[in-house]
């Protein structure tokens, strides 16, 4: 870890070497600020490159030194907006050299710096507000005057990354031809003896036939959904790069920084940020454990998911074939696949030359044999144990050994599975969720014999088509479905108690979730649910349901397929209440002479949370999960659970864990109170003043 400096032919070469990826903490800005004045004091020296090497120049400011507050090594002297304010006001050129990811602080200092050349491998951002926070080292001063201030307001608002093809479009760097550091040194050493172009020279642009500033902000402020507090300081901020010069601008902006660092919405998007990271990550993986390369991926089951899983593996740059019982299937998703392309390539996602090389890739086969050669096949195909089986046999028979064999099972025995080959210690699952090609959720099932090798190869199949992986053991439902079912539990327990669904989906909706409990019913299919409680109630008489699901169910109102579940829904696919439910719901609740009229939107979030709490506590007892965090991860990314609120457990945390087990004591002296045994995690934690994110399971393979 280190700045080193290197001069050669009157140009210094400041290299920030910082693994893995050159984040900004206070020592390196010391040693920054050192290395800088150096070469500015070095009459030998007419010109600065300030270059972070060819894989990463800088992803900003070290966002573990947030944790400590604004008290913290992030406000101590120097802080990143001291060293960008001294890179502005250098007396000698300075060319920021960009490859790989240039994102929050590190734009920062790059925007600070008199030139900026990238090479095609550059990504820019200020993905700040992502963290709850806003670029609080200049960057919303300096970006309005780079680039405009609509332009830089998207940016910083939606902490977007762009390519370097973009940020040369838009005007926030120059694309190097030919080694980016030699041409580094080269422009520097042009720029010599130059008037200096200091970004905080220019003024703030603000949209063509905008001319009341105050009028453009606040209707940005008002478009805000949700209105959460660091997309609107973002907007505070941009604002006053209008009317301050960027030393005054640059001051405020550091101040709402400080207030933001403190909010819980950052804090808990901070830890999703490192939870998302550790996810997928083993700590029991034996040493020397390295995954097989996968280059060809087959596909089993061309339906939704086995085209959507499809599209995932072609866009990550795999070879992909598809193969299905029927030619007719096959060809329909194949079809589903062009389908998307054209789709994607009409709305400007992708350029038609990309979609007719990913599509270039894709190969279909009319039976098993061709897939042979194959590094991964995903089965995809119909939810019965007997048809998977008879598929495992199949790829047991065709492929090579070594090769990954994973099935996409949501529910059935992944060991059962298994055991229909020879090699079971080459399965795992793959649980996708849909659509595949945009949920960012796997969970990667590890089976009884899954070897460490398949597992870290199924892990790192996960990191190339950009999922974030977390790893489950067997059992019904996994961690997600698991803990979705005790969630729809308690929201059909409401209406048991009086509550009508939509007002359940309201409060959820308004507190966050994506979707309300019922909406995401209508929308998965009721009869799905159906088939479950009809199987749980004879495996599990002693866990009732509520009855009222069934009975949207017997009037065949199986969701948004059949026109209506829940909920009506118009042509559009717009959801409205119906008076034939409430009736419905009213009698329901009538008829088992619990209801209460006392139930506030607060305890409605409360019961709902908390069931996914204690039964997420309850996999991690049962060794199903790894991790706490990691059943935070699988909300977020899986079932639309608010990032802002850090995930369950983190929001259980939050809440204080006494509170969390007093409620969930009353809930269990009351209705149904069966559900609510506290597990034992939680009430040893409340009792110890330690928090459920802490703890791991950490199981030996
Ligand atoms: C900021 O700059 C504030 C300023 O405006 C103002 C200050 C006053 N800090 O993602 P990966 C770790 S806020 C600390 O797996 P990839 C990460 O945890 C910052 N650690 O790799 C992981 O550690 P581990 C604004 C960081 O190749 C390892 O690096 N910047 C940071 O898939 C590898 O990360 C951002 O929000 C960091 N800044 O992606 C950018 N960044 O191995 C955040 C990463 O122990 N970073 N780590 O799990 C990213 O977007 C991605 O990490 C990046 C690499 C694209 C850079």
Redesign the pocket.
């Known amino acids: 870890m280190s700045i080193q400096l290197e001069t050669s032919g009157g140009v210094s070469v400041l290299t920030i070497d910082r693994a ?2 050159n ?2 903490d206070l020592s390196m800005r010391i040693r920054l600020l050192e290395a800088l004045a150096a070469a500015l004091s070095d009459a030998s020296v007419e010109a600065i490159v300030l270059w972070g090497g060819s894989r ?1 120049f800088s ?6 030194e947030f944790a400590a507050g604004p008290r913290g090594p ?1 406000c101590t002297e120097p ?3 001291t060293v960008v304010a001294a890179l502005d006001a250098a007396t000698k050129p300075i060319v920021a050299a960009i490859a790989g ?1 240039c ?4 734009l ?1 200092i790059a925007m600070a710096c008199h030139a900026r050349l990238c090479a095609s491998t550059a ?1 820019f951002g ?3 507000v ?2 709850g ?1 806003l ?3 200049g ?1 919303t001063q300096r970006l309005p005057r780079l680039v405009g201030v609509e332009t830089a307001l998207r940016l910083i608002v939606s902490g977007d990354v762009i390519d370097a093809r973009r940020a040369v479009e838009i005007g926030l760097a120059e694309l190097a031809s030919g080694d980016l550091r030699d041409a580094a040194i080269r422009h520097a050493r042009a720029l010599s003896g130059k008037p200096l172009a200091r970004t905080s020279d220019l003024n703030a642009r603000l949209p063509d036939g905008v001319s009341a500033a105050a009028e453009y902000f606040a209707a940005q402020r008002a478009g805000l959904r949700p209105a959460l507090p660091a997309p609107r300081a973002c907007i505070d901020a941009v604002e006053l790069a209008l009317s301050h010069p960027v030393a005054e601008g640059s001051r405020l902006e ?1 101040e709402l ?1 400080g207030k933001l660092i403190e909010t819980p919405e950052s804090k808990a998007l901070r830890y999703a ?2 939870a998302d ?2 996810a997928g ?1 083993l700590p029991a993986l034996p040493p020397g454990v390295t995954p097989r390369a996968i280059h060809r991926v087959g596909i089993v089951g061309t339906g939704t998911m086995g085209s959507g899983i499809a599209i995932a593996c072609l866009d990550a740059g795999l070879a992909t074939t598809l193969t299905d019982a029927t030619p007719a299937a096959l060809a329909a998703g194949r079809g589903r696949i062009e389908t998307h392309y054209a789709s994607a390539t009409k709305k400007g996602r992708v350029s038609a030359d990309v979609a007719a090389e990913r599509l270039q890739r894709l190969q279909t086969a009319d039976s098993y044999d061709g897939l042979a050669g194959c590094d991964l096949v995903i089965e995809a195909v119909y939810e019965d144990l007997e048809v998977k089986r008879t598929v495992f046999r199949e790829l047991d028979r065709v492929l090579e050994p070594g090769a990954l064999l994973a099935s996409n099972t949501s529910t059935l025995d992944l060991d059962a599975i298994a055991a229909a080959t020879a090699r079971p210690a080459d399965v795992v699952g793959l649980h996708f969720f849909s659509p595949a090609n945009v949920m960012r959720l796997l969970e990667v099932v590890r089976g009884r014999e899954t070897s460490a090798v398949s597992l870290a190869t199924a892990l790192a199949f996960g990191k190339t088509i950009g999922k974030v992986s977390v790893v489950a053991r067997v059992c019904d439902g996994f961690i997600g479905n698991r803990m979705f079912e005790e969630y729809l539990r308690q929201a059909y327990a409401l209406v048991d108690l009086g509550v009508l669904p939509w007002r359940v989906d309201n409060v959820l909706e308004r507190w966050g979730m994506a979707m309300g409990p019922f909406a995401v019913m209508d929308l998965a299919g009721n009869d799905i649910g159906w088939a479950i409680r009809k199987r749980r109630a004879i495996a599990h008489p002693e866990r009732p349901y509520s009855t009222f699901p069934d009975k949207i169910c017997e009037l065949k109102r199986f969701g948004r397929k059949s026109g209506a579940g829940f909920y009506t829904y118009d042509d559009a696919g717009r959801r409205s209440e119906d008076a034939a439910i409430t009736k419905l719901a009213t009698e329901h609740a009538q008829a088992i002479g619990a209801i209460r009229s006392d139930v506030s939107d607060d305890e409605i979030v409360e019961r709902c949370v908390s069931a996914l709490v204690n039964e997420g506590l309850r996999l991690l007892e049962e060794g199903i999960a790894e991790r706490a965090s990691d059943l935070d991860v699988v909300y977020r990314h899986g079932y639309g659970f608010p990032a802002h609120r850090g995930g369950p457990l983190f929001f259980a945390d939050t809440l204080g864990l006494h509170h969390v087990l007093e409620s969930m004591r009353n809930f269990h002296a009351g209705y149904q109170g069966w559900a609510w045994e506290p597990a034992p995690r939680l009430i040893y934690a409340a009792r110890r003043g330690t928090c459920l994110t802490d703890i791991e399971t950490r199981r030996v393979p």
């Open positions: 893995p990826v984040s900004l990463v992803a900003g400011a070290d966002i573990e992030t802080t990143l907006p990811p994102l929050g602080g590190g920062e990504r200020l993905p700040e992502k963290l926070l670029p609080g080292a960057g550091f920084f940020f490192f990271r550790s990550r």
